[in-house]
Antibody, heavy 124, light 108 residues
Framework: QITLKESGPTLVKPTQTLTLTCTFS??????????VGWIRQPPGKALEWLAL???????RYSPSLKSRLTITKDTSKNQVVLSMTNMDPVDTATYYC????????????????WGQGTMVTVSS | SYELTQPPSVSVSPGQTARITCSAD??????GYWYQQKPGQAPVLLIY???ERPSGIPERFSGSSSGTTVTLTISGVQAEDEADYYC???????????FGGGTKLTVL
């Protein structure tokens, strides 16, 4: 059974760096065809994809946020970490991590299992 | 910038059929995916690769694709289907992921 859980601060100040950790079980990021992504959702608004990291350390970022994002993995700890610099109140959102859908060993650009999400508020 | 376009809202009576569309230029090259999100919950994958349904998803949910549009069809809508629905795909080169703006389904 695959599970993911996000953790990190619930409140950050403007200009600070946000660091979120996704701790997962039921799969390994060292297995071919596996990926983990981050998606966020401001209150009352739509989902927004942020970043993806694959088993081979290939990394993808949202073009609009690329300069502020860093995604890394720690295979031994079954964790994926997302850092976002220069936080602003508009970054207030629920942040989700999710497992990439894999079909017959081929990773798809979609997410089949999601964490519960963690709410992050940016305020001074 | 590249976008996936969905109607903001769709309303339907119980037992009727709801159709939610999602349009984008790259959809003929990239697969479309659909998620259901209920208030306070994480999204749930409903449809993948345009038309496939994950195990555990009721048969009343189906997907189709034609040209630059993918469509989620909910047959025999039930009250419990009231939720936000998001389409998702990738850009034409498959470099990055995109979500549509979401459609709120109201069951009258």
């Amino acid at each position: 059974q695959i599970t993911l859980k996000e953790s990190g601060p619930t409140l950050v100040k403007p200009t600070q760096t946000l660091t979120l950790t996704c701790t997962f079980s039921g799969f390994s990021l060292s297995t071919s065809g596996v990926g983990v992504g981050w998606i966020r959702q401001p209150p009352g608004k739509a989902l927004e994809w942020l970043a993806l990291i694959y088993w081979n350390d290939d990394k993808r970022y949202s073009p609009s946020l690329k300069s502020r994002l860093t995604i890394t993995k720690d295979t031994s700890k079954n964790q994926v970490v997302l850092s976002m610099t220069n936080m602003d109140p508009v970054d207030t959102a629920t942040y989700y991590c999710a497992h990439s859908l894999t079909i017959f060993g081929v990773v798809m650009d979609a997410f089949d299992i999601w964490g519960q999400g963690t709410m992050v508020t940016v305020s001074s | 910038s590249y976008e996936l376009t969905q109607p903001p809202s769709v309303s339907v009576s119980p037992g009727q059929t709801a159709r939610i569309t999602c349009s984008a230029d790259a959809l003929p090259k990239q697969f479309g995916y659909w998620y259901q999100q209920k208030p306070g919950q994480a999204p749930v994958l409903l449809i993948y690769k345009d038309t496939e349904r994950p195990s555990g998803i009721p048969e009343r949910f189906s997907g189709s694709s034609s040209g630059t549009t993918v469509t989620l069809t909910i047959s025999g809508v039930q009250a419990e289907d009231e939720a936000d629905y998001y389409c998702q795909s990738a850009d034409s080169s498959g470099t990055y992921v995109l979500f549509g703006g979401g459609t709120k389904l109201t069951v009258l």
